[in-house]
């Protein structure tokens, strides 16, 4: 009986840590997703213009027409291909750099425009006096963050801020890419403004195809989260069956109960902890407070099942025992 208990005892551990393995995989696929969208969402699209008007003149636009909703823009470049201009009227998404930074809205707003470089971007970069520089032609931009190295994504770009007053606002709108990020809405007015034809980039594409692809992950966190219930309610049964044997009566029953009860989910509350602890030290959270709540909640599921459990075998043992007398 105690082999069968321990046993069943370790069957949550096995369940706390495939709960938050199935997390761990759930935001690592939505991380990667955004890492390859750049910080874009999937309202994303993008349009080409034969437009001479500069991108100045177009962010003054987006500035007058909607500047109540949240736009961001990636101008890529038709000639210096590995070239991204940013910008934004709203706090963009923060990509993991492995050092400094990446853009915050007071970059888009100055006169002068910032870079954050790819870890293999190939760009002439001058440093001097501790900072670094990218250099094109007579204009040098200072570098303020660089990517962390992730073998997924294309990370051989380098992007540049720019703003209404920034140098990188005075070409011409036809010599980009342009990719907006904000409502349906906004998007489809700014295009219909320029007589542009809409297309998905690819990473949405791609996410539309694969938006059924955590599906899995959340099956087995599900199947997890059952398994554990299962294993209390067998817990509780092989209890009740060893209270039996005790032949205690009264309060000494109740007592011996309520001992092995709190101990049982005492030591199930441990094994949530340690795999919390082993998970954060060996798995990827991108918000690690999801992780707690989920093990929190798989947890009071397991003592919620055990009481019922028990509560039910302890009213149906008390009414065999009133039949009998």
């Known amino acids: 009986m105690n082999f ?23 935001q690592s696929d939505y991380a990667d997703e ?3 969208a750049h910080g874009l969402t999937n309202n994303t699209r993008y349009f080409r213009t034969d437009s001479d008007e500069s991108i100045s003149s177009f962010l003054r636009y987006l500035n007058k027409n909607y500047k109540n909703h949240q736009i961001q823009l990636h101008f890529d470049s038709n000639y210096e291909k590995k070239q991204v ?6 706090v963009v998404k923060s990509l993991p750099t492995e050092t400094g930074r990446y853009f915050s809205p007071d970059d888009f707003e100055g006169k002068v425009s910032f870079a954050v470089l790819g870890p293999t971007a190939k760009i002439n970069v001058l440093e001097a006096q501790n900072n670094k520089y990218v250099v094109l032609g007579r204009n040098y931009y200072s570098v303020i963050g ?27 709108l036809r010599n980009y890419r342009i990719v907006i990020d904000s409502t349906p809405y906004v998007i489809s007015k700014i295009a219909k403004h320029y007589h542009a ?12 195809r694969d938006r059924l692809s955590v599906l899995p992950n959340i099956l087995m966190l599900v199947t997890c989260m059952i398994l554990g219930v299962v294993t209390n309610i067998v817990l509780a049964i092989l209890m009740m069956r ?12 109740r007592n011996w109960v309520i001992n092995r009860s ?37 947890w009071l599921m397991n003592v919620v099942a055990f009481c019922i459990t028990l509560y039910h075998l302890i009213r149906k043992d008390k009414k065999v025992v009133k039949a009998t007398r």
Not at 4 to 11: A, G, H
Not at 85 to 90: A, D, F, R, Y
Not at 244 to 250: C, D, M, P, R, V
Request: aromatic share 12%.
């Open 4 to 26: 069968k208990r321990i046993f069943l005892l370790l069957v949550p551990l096995i369940m706390f840590l495939g709960i938050g393995t199935m997390i761990s995989n759930i």
């Open 34 to 36: 955004v890492l390859e």
């Open 85 to 90: 201009l940013v910008w934004s009227n709203h």
């Open 146 to 172: 660089t990517f962390k190295n992730y073998p997924q994504v294309e990370m051989d770009k380098y992007y540049l801020s720019t703003g209404v007053n920034q140098p990188t606002a005075r070409d011409q």
């Open 197 to 208: 034809k809409l297309h998905i980039p690819p990473f949405v594409q791609e996410h539309h």
């Open 242 to 253: 060893q209270a039996k044997l005790t032949h205690l009566h009264g309060d000494l029953f």
């Open 262 to 298: 709190a101990r049982t989910l005492m030591v199930e509350g441990v094994c949530g902890l340690l795999a919390y602890i082993f998970l954060r030290w060996h798995a990827f959270y991108s918000v690690a407070s999801v992780l707690s709540i989920v093990l929190l909640m798989a």
